[in-house]
């Protein structure tokens, strides 16, 4: 389980352990918060392709999907 912290995130480094479309290393580009401080949105940018994706920021969680830092 990866360690993320919500206010952390914005230009934080990940890379993905199930490749797909040689998309490997990512970038969070944005993170939106609530009134209460709750991210509301999240959005990662592949590196490679500059392609774009919004993701749940709790999927960063999972050590079986993504490692911290661009390995």
């Not at 040689?22 to 969070?28: G, I, L």
């Not at 959005?43 to 749940?56: F, L, R």
Request: hydrophobic fraction near 40%; charged fraction near 30%.
């Amino acid at each position: 389980m990866n360690k993320v912290n919500p206010k952390a995130l914005l230009h934080s480094k990940w890379t993905k352990v199930d490749i797909q479309n040689k998309e490997k290393h990512f970038v969070v580009t944005l993170v939106t918060f609530d009134e209460q401080q709750k991210v509301v949105e999240c959005v990662i940018e592949s590196v490679m392709s500059k392609n774009e994706y919004a993701i749940d920021w709790r999927d960063l969680k999972l050590s079986g999907e993504w490692r911290i830092g661009w390995q």
